[in-house]
């Protein structure tokens, strides 16, 4: 908790300026004993923050987040932030080691640092896939900080979801009487066992999609480059069950859902939807897959600006 009171904030000089304009910056602050790149974007610093957390893990989104923030940004202070060993903060340093437990701590610090900045008492807190199981874990432990959690195609979990896929590519393999895929096929089990097989389960599901493997998916070895770091994380976070960890949400949450989502399968989200206790939650439908930020950019901003955080604000 110490970093929070030493996160540059004697050299960051503009902060002390900040006063209902526009902003447009980014820097590295020190959290959890590394230097995490952030970018802020705003038309007005009276404005609600808005964390964004990436996908992934280790997926930067900042390179072409303009995309689908444009319009954000004219209602919030838009933070993206490059976890660790991802984009920006992986060219400044690496992390000795990852642990799941230590980007939780993360993605606390950056919260109350942003809060701290700002002046604020309260957040909205967006995650993306990967950073759905972080911003729905943060909500749950600490929701008074959460003006909104909302939930973008989020990994809600994991094993499940994979065991879906694996069904699936396995019963459309032996349709098509596919040997090359049924015998790669065969060879995989959930729980992942190797990095190895998180590629050919997400090579066979996006060709028996009709999808183009070679736009959809890296090649073989540079997805195992990204993924093998990682797979003690991914094996980890995607074993967590929030169906018996979370019962109640005491902040606002809201799911953004493709309809055509097959990498995080939306039939799970749903049922935990319907457990799920809080004072106030919806589910918004997008035509579209898992990646709704690039396909439906603009009607998911307009869905924060105008169904979520215009409800909430005016509160």
């Known amino acids: 908790m110490k970093s929070i009171l030493s996160l540059f904030l004697g050299i960051i000089c503009f902060a002390t300026a900040w006063s209902n304009q526009l902003i447009d910056t980014s820097y590295a602050v020190e959290i959890g004993g590394i230097k995490q790149w952030i970018s802020i974007k705003g038309q007005d610093t009276s404005k609600p923050v808005l964390l964004w957390l990436h996908g992934g893990p280790g997926a930067s989104e900042m390179g072409y987040s303009n995309k689908f923030s444009n319009r954000l940004q004219q209602h919030f202070i838009v933070v993206q932030w490059d976890q660790r060993e991802s984009g920006k903060t992986a060219e400044l340093n690496h992390s000795p080691e990852?642990?799941?437990?230590?980007?939780?701590?993360?993605?606390?610090?950056?919260?109350?640092?942003?809060?701290?900045?700002?002046?604020?008492?309260?957040?909205?807190?967006?995650?993306?896939?990967?950073?759905?199981?972080?911003?729905?874990?943060?909500?749950?432990?600490?929701p008074e900080l959460m003006q909104a959690c909302i939930l973008v195609s989020p990994m809600i979990f994991g094993n499940e979801s994979e065991q879906l896929s694996l069904e699936y590519v396995t019963e459309e393999a032996k349709k098509r009487k596919n040997n090359i895929a049924i015998e790669e096929i065969a060879s995989i089990k959930v729980p992942f066992e190797q990095p190895m097989d998180t590629w050919i389960l997400r090579k066979w599901m996006f060709t028996f999609h009709g999808e183009n493997v070679s736009r959809a998916l890296p090649p073989e070895k540079t997805f195992l480059d990204i993924v093998t770091p990682w797979f003690p994380i991914v094996k980890e976070f995607e074993s967590f069950n929030p169906f018996t960890e979370i019962q109640k949400i005491d902040c606002p949450i809201f799911f953004l859902l493709g309809k055509k989502d097959y990498i995080t399968h939306t039939e799970i989200t749903q049922k935990f939807y319907t457990q799920l206790k809080a004072q106030t939650k919806n589910i918004y439908w997008f035509d579209a897959g898992h990646m709704i930020t690039i396909e439906q950019s603009r009607k998911m901003q307009e869905t924060i600006i105008n169904q979520i955080g215009s409800a909430l604000i005016s509160k």
């Open 98 to 142: 990852l642990s799941l437990r230590e980007i939780h701590q993360d993605v606390y610090d950056i919260v109350k640092y942003l809060l701290l900045q700002f002046h604020k008492e309260k957040l909205f807190l967006v995650g993306n896939s990967w950073g759905g199981y972080l911003a729905l874990h943060a909500a749950n432990q600490y």
